[in-house]
């Protein structure tokens, strides 16, 4: 069993920037894809970013593209969404996501999820 907890949710203005951190316990990340999806009031869970078991590999979608960064720290069995130049179209509830199967896009591939936190980015 794995237990993520996500955290570095909170309030910023357009162009700022927030980092989110996703902690897992229970068992290592080491040998799981992680990904990021967000879910905005009114709308499906959407795929931001993910990255594969070794760190090697990190996709993006299309609207975080040159803005977001996804990494990992084995040491603090931790995987990081750095998110810069925040548009209000951003303002999400902010989940991680940890599969052993490859990297995927669709929340279905995922089969541990946090709780989830909030990101408001005000105009």
């Known amino acids: 069993q794995v237990r993520l907890v996500e955290s570095g949710g909170g309030l910023v203005q357009a162009g700022g920037s927030l980092r989110l951190s996703c902690t897992a316990s229970g068992r290592t990340l080491t040998r799981y894809a992680v990904g990021w999806f967000r879910q905005a009031p009114g709308k499906e869970r959407a795929f931001v970013a993910t990255i594969n078991s070794s760190g090697r590999s990190t996709y993006n979608d299309d609207s975080v593209k040159g803005r977001f960064t996804i990494s990992r720290d084995y040491a603090k069995n931790t995987v990081s969404l750095q998110m810069t130049s925040l548009k209000p179209e951003d303002t999400a509830v902010y989940y991680c996501?940890?599969?052993?199967?490859?990297?995927?896009?669709?929340?279905?591939?995922?089969?541990?999820w946090g709780q989830g936190t909030q990101v408001t980015v005000s105009s």
């Open positions: 996501a940890a599969t052993p199967k490859p990297p995927a896009t669709s929340p279905q591939e995922y089969d541990y």
